[in-house]
């Protein structure tokens, strides 16, 4: 540590890693390349000080030549326990730090999370740059600078047999991936600046927080080594399915193009809006519902859902799109994602962002694996029978136990809004919607017969409230008139008169504060247009900061209890857990249950533990079966 020149008597430390790419799990063999590795590190101490690392990378493949002597000093700095260590996204800087073999034992503080709560949530990036700029004045030359020279550089780089970036390989930045090729003063100019920005912000925002934001904010920076360890363990995927799945849907596109030209759309390209509006609104004379925001007419999937009805050219068009989706949003992200572990077991390592939407929401990417297509709901579902989760599920030895909330939303909605009604239908255990169908117009002349029909329509309801969509929306989803749909909302206000208050109270609050705040003391800011969107943040901001201290409590009952058992991914309100066969039992599902409900319940104003259920998958995502538990509460 003497080798660098930092005062460290505050014990606080900002450092940023600089990296060689954004993919950081792979092998050399299949890609011809070395993976993403920290070849720089830049540090900030307290008092304005600063510092770097530089190591050399090897042009033709990316591979760092690391510095022992430098390692060390990495070694002996990060493993300071008295130390507290800032960056902005320090989740990143985690895992390359740990690709390089140096682990962090002191407390940590990121500047991102720490942007997102402060702000609650109202920028529309948390990226480094941008905060500093508008927050800090602070100039983004140096960025500016580095890029220009690193452009110049990559054409030399290219013509000598570099190994250059490209979105395939490296993602959607790929002049970032190539910093290390650029002259060395600038790289560390720029490097330094970013440490500094981490420190400012630190400096700036820490004292920001009240008790209440303090609480969130500690979930979070707990929630982080969760996060790394669930990125690290990744999920496998299995790779003759991945080709039975891409033979299938290639097929089914084929199929599809062959129905549309019996139906009037021969040599129709589908990818061409012009071509599209041209058949459905000149030749076929379809009423034009939309328009673009230059006035033109619009031909979106809504709209195209709304034909398929009756039109078999605009159904074909929609399973088309269906399957070619499938292809590019799953199937070819996860061919460039996979990378082989030691075993021969092909994983996916997705990244996560903790703070993603402004609910605090988790966003996901490189790949999603939050939104692996089960199947589509509503007016655009599809006929496609296969789905990417076909090609998912447990390793060798293993199997999978998949806990979820049992309609989490709906309950923070009912006893948020203390509607009677729907608290009685959840507290009795009833199926909801179907209670509440009963509830609203169980008296209807028709009931009996279309109670199916009735369900659908409370629960389209119930969600057009949750998410904030109006009678055109409910008119859309159910297939009727607006004064149908305007009829429905009126008959199911009044009978849900809490529902109604609740939804009016809180745009209220929202108009007259510019925010609103979830009982564990997260803040939404928001614009008073956009007040409408208040509940929905109130309720999914709630759900959210939920689930990530159920993942915390899942995460210490395996750390202490169930040792050898691996959170894998979150989606919402539902986990999926990876669980050795010899631990496989009755016992550990209880356990996670219990873990999962906590004390949720009375926080919500629940006389009763939230529900949650346990589904198994022993050898695919997508065959998957419930098992009943009876939990003692």
């Not at 700095?77 to 073999?101: A, C, E, P, Q, W």
Request: charged share 30%; hydrophobic share 35%.
């Amino acid at each position: 540590m003497s080798r660098l020149n930092l005062n460290l008597k505050n014990n606080i430390l900002a450092s940023d890693t600089e990296s060689t790419g954004i993919n950081s799990y792979g092998n050399f063999k299949r890609w011809g390349f070395e993976p993403a590795r920290p070849f720089a590190f830049s540090f900030c101490d307290y008092e304005g000080n600063t510092d770097y690392i530089r190591w050399e990378v090897e042009p033709k493949t990316r591979k760092v030549i690391v510095n022992q002597n430098d390692l060390k000093t990495l070694r002996d700095l990060y493993s300071n326990s008295s130390l507290t260590h800032v960056g902005h996204n320090f989740g990143y800087d985690i895992r390359m730090l740990k690709f390089t073999g140096v682990e962090i034992k002191g407390k940590i503080e990121d500047t991102l999370i720490l942007a997102h709560i402060v702000t609650g949530g109202r920028e529309l990036s948390y990226a480094l740059k941008p905060l500093a700029k508008k927050y800090l004045q602070f100039s983004d030359e140096d960025e500016k600078e580095l890029q220009e020279a690193t452009k110049h550089v990559r054409l030399k780089g290219r013509n000598l047999g570099w190994c250059i970036a490209n979105k395939e390989q490296f993602g959607r930045e790929p002049i970032k991936a190539d910093y290390w090729m650029a002259p060395p003063e600038l790289c560390k100019k720029y490097a330094i600046r970013d440490s500094i920005r981490a420190m400012l912000f630190y400096r700036l925002w820490r004292p920001e927080l009240s008790e209440n934001l303090q609480k969130v904010y500690e979930r979070e920076i707990k929630l982080t080594y969760v996060v790394r360890k669930m990125e690290e363990r990744g999920v496998r995927i299995f790779i003759e399915d991945l080709n039975r799945l891409r033979k299938f849907y290639e097929g089914y596109m084929q199929d599809q193009i062959n129905l549309a030209d019996k139906n009037g759309g021969k040599g129709l390209n589908f990818r061409s809006h012009k071509q599209m509006t041209n058949k459905f609104y000149v030749e076929k004379k379809c009423e034009i519902k939309k328009h673009t925001p230059k006035g033109n007419p619009k031909l979106d999937g809504e709209i195209l859902a709304e034909l398929s009805g009756k039109d078999p050219l605009a159904k074909a068009i929609l399973e088309f799109r269906g399957a070619g989706h499938m292809l590019s949003a799953f199937l070819n992200v996860y061919e460039k994602f996979r990378v082989q572990d030691e075993k021969g077991d092909w994983i996916l390592h997705p990244s996560y962002r903790q703070c993603g939407p402004v609910t605090g929401r988790f966003a996901c990417g490189d790949p999603n694996l939050m939104q692996v297509a089960s199947e589509t709901t509503g007016r655009r579902k599809t006929e496609i029978t296969l789905r990417p989760r076909e090609a998912f599920g447990p390793r060798d030895g293993y199997v999978w136990y998949l806990p979820d909330y049992g309609q989490i939303e709906v309950w923070v909605f009912a006893f948020l809004a203390q509607d009677q009604a729907m608290m009685k239908a959840l507290l009795e255990g009833h199926d909801f919607h179907s209670w509440i169908a009963e509830f609203v117009w169980g008296t209807a002349p028709n009931f009996k017969d279309r109670k199916s029909y009735y369900r659908k329509r409370a629960k389209l309801l119930m969600f057009c409230k949750l998410y904030g969509g109006g009678t055109k929306k409910v008119a859309f989803l159910m297939e009727c008139t607006i004064p149908e749909a305007e009829k429905f909302v009126a008959e199911y206000d009044v009978k849900l008169p809490g529902v109604q208050k609740f939804m009016r109270r809180m745009i209220n609050k929202a108009c007259r504060e510019g925010k609103i705040t979830n009982i564990y003391g997260r803040e939404y800011y928001m614009e008073e247009k956009f007040a409408y969107r208040s509940v929905n943040y109130l309720v999914q901001g709630t759900c959210a900061d939920i689930m990530k201290q159920a993942m915390l409590n899942v995460n210490e009952l395996f750390e202490t209890k169930w040792k050898g058992c691996y959170l894998l991914l979150t989606l919402h309100d539902e986990l999926i857990i990876e669980v050795p066969l010899t631990l496989h039992s009755k016992s550990l599902m209880r356990d996670i249950i219990k873990a999962m409900q906590g004390e949720f319940h009375k926080d919500i104003g629940s006389s009763k533990p939230l529900p949650v259920s346990v589904k198994i998958a022993t050898k695919r995502w997508s065959s998957t079966s419930e098992v009943k538990l009876w939990v003692k509460n």
